[in-house]
């Protein structure tokens, strides 16, 4: 079992605590109790060949908070469809955008039962919004828009920002991946905003970058990293919001001590369609 309690009177048959579950895995950096021991133990290991992971999760949570603030605030964007939503931590993204504006409507996407399971339970939002989920996979956008429970909470007529944190590394294919980003913007209209994040060995030591590249052939981890360019690529058809691609703690930050890009190793960018 999870080191958390559960209650699942009818057990989802994908909920397999044999295998590796990115959203669980990045639940036990961030320090959560939700994760099974083949997470910890996949976690563990990318600590051991990059030990800042922790910190890299951290200022992903950090990041999404600054962005979403960003959208609900300056941008008056009302509307969030949040794919590969993760696990409930503090900050989720319809408590940042109610805190600033309470009609804001958010539809979260995965995958993963777990997930879903706690997003029932516990994002509930506020009465002046709305929040909805929907099971179901970044590599078919297709679903994803066609989902009844979308429709029933957001109304693509009207911008939509699309959050695509820490997720579109799970696609190995950069053109597959591509193919989904420009999907799902041609769902929505202009004025929309799309925000993602993607791992990448640009700022690490060449030996770093080397075992790294060692644990994606053995299958030992599951995330591809991806340079600046192929990053930026994902924004070809948006505007890109200042100041564009730069590591994650670079974006905004509120601070002038935050953490180095080779601490962080993720590209992070919004762009305005």
Do not use: C
Request: negative net charge; aromatic residues 8%.
């Amino acid at each position: 079992m999870p080191t958390s309690d559960l209650d699942h009177p009818q057990p989802d048959p994908r909920l397999d605590a044999g295998s590796v579950s990115p959203a669980r895995r990045w639940n036990y950096w961030l320090g959560g109790k939700d994760h099974f021991q083949v997470d910890r133990e996949s976690g563990d290991r990318i600590a051991a060949a990059y030990p800042a992971i922790r910190t890299a999760a951290q200022e992903g949570r950090a990041f999404h908070n600054r962005t979403i603030r960003f959208l609900a605030g300056e941008a008056g964007i009302r509307q969030f469809l949040d794919i590969g939503t993760g696990l409930p931590a503090p900050d989720n993204t319809h408590d940042v955008a109610q805190a600033i504006t309470p009609q804001a409507r958010v539809v979260y996407v995965d995958n993963d039962p777990m997930v879903l399971a706690h997003a029932r339970a516990l994002m509930i939002g506020s009465p002046e919004g709305a929040t909805n989920y929907i099971d179901a996979d970044l590599n078919d956008p297709a679903a994803i828009l066609a989902a009844p429970q979308l429709a029933a909470t957001l109304d693509l007529r009207e911008p939509v920002a699309i959050l695509l944190y820490a997720v579109l590394h799970f696609i190995r294919d950069d053109a597959h991946a591509r193919r989904i980003v420009h999907d799902l913007l041609d769902a929505v209209p202009a004025g929309s905003y799309l925000v993602a994040t993607n791992s990448t060995k640009d700022f690490v030591p060449p030996h770093i970058a080397g075992m790294y590249d060692q644990m994606l052939a053995k299958g030992l981890v599951d995330a591809w990293p991806r340079d600046s360019a192929t990053f930026a690529g994902f924004f070809d058809r948006v505007r890109l919001v200042e100041p564009g691609v730069v590591p994650i703690s670079e974006w905004r930050p509120v601070t002038a001590d935050h953490p180095s890009p080779a601490e962080v190793s993720m590209y992070g960018a919004v762009g305005v369609k």
